[in-house]
């Protein structure tokens, strides 16, 4: 069979892949066993979602091609293995403020495709991440769009939920063993940086962070570390199309903490709240299936970014 010109072109000169980065940084910060697996196969379910539409659903000749997101997360495996073993000289963890590394995949996968539509999707604490990263950069970015997930919107509310009495029982005391397990496997290398013996007696993620994270980040104060960690403050710098989804019954991003108003004053964000849905829950149905309302509305604003991206851009 023979190959019609239109199609025999696409093969020699194929258009650039659809790029989208899922910063799906949840440590063990995010909540129990049960609401961990649920989250893994949310994220299970987001990705064959976005792969079967990139590979299926946006035409060739569209704004972007059907590569799909298993292309994306193979560079992305490549570039981590990269960078641990050629760039990463000091033993360092994560904190919601410091975006160096989410910069670097970025930057990097950009200049492999550089005139590919590239959109990023951030998860809780990588929603803080990736929304602190859009209002340090503005319009400075190479990505297009982004769409964040449950991102707790000031630390100081978050830190004071997980704090009242029922929260910290199912919660907050053991996300903090989880940060503290973390870390002692590497004791004998950071009890050289840190006092390891009052970072092992915290009680509540506030305390940990007050002993370990602020001090690993050059923090003054664990204050200065939350201050900056806040994407509440950077939300009017944000230059590029974002779609935010919070639950009202979030105890990880209490509702009264959503800045509503403050996202009214940025035609660029876009903040969409239910009254259920938890942390990353948002399930439907009285017999939820797979899919979820955060399935749906990622899938539909992936479509609407790569098919009318240069008019969503423009308005």
């Not at 990588?126 to 297009?144: A, D, F, H, S, V």
């Amino acid at each position: 069979m023979r190959r019609s010109p239109a199609l025999h072109r696409r093969a020699l000169h194929p258009p650039p892949p659809s790029v989208c980065v899922c910063v799906c940084c949840i440590p063990p910060t995010s909540a129990a066993f049960a609401a961990m697996r649920l989250l893994e196969t949310d994220l299970q379910v987001l990705t064959r979602e976005l792969s079967l539409y990139l590979e299926i659903q946006v035409p060739v000749g569209l704004f972007g091609s059907g590569v799909g997101l298993s292309l994306v997360l193979g560079f992305t495996a490549a570039f981590a293995c990269y960078y641990l073993n050629s760039i990463a000289k000091t033993p360092r963890t994560y904190c919601a403020a410091n975006t160096e590394d989410l910069e670097a995949v970025i930057h990097h996968l950009h200049n492999m495709h550089a005139s590919a539509p590239f959109m990023a999707a951030g998860v809780s604490m990588g929603g803080m991440l990736l929304l602190n990263y859009l209002g340090q950069t503005g319009r400075e970015t190479p990505l297009m769009a982004a769409a964040i997930f449950s991102a707790g919107w000031n630390v100081f509310e978050s830190a004071e939920s997980l704090e009242k009495p029922l929260n910290w029982l199912l919660f907050n005391y053991y996300l903090t063993t989880c940060l503290q397990s973390s870390i002692n496997r590497h004791r004998q290398m950071l009890e050289k940086l840190f006092d390891m013996n009052l970072v092992m007696k915290a009680k509540t993620i506030r305390e940990f962070d007050k002993q370990f994270t602020s001090v690993m980040f050059g923090y003054c104060t664990v204050d200065d570390y939350y201050v900056d960690a806040s994407p509440y403050r950077k939300l009017k710098s944000i230059g590029i199309p974002v779609l935010c989804l919070n639950s009202l019954d979030d105890v990880f991003s209490p509702g009264h903490a959503i800045p509503i108003e403050t996202a009214k004053q940025n035609p660029n964000v876009a903040l969409v709240l239910t009254s259920y849905g938890g942390h990353i829950g948002f399930l439907e149905g009285m017999w939820p299936r797979k899919c979820t309302y955060m399935d749906r509305v990622f899938k539909q604003f992936v479509q609407a970014v790569f098919e009318h991206g240069n008019k969503i851009c423009s308005m």
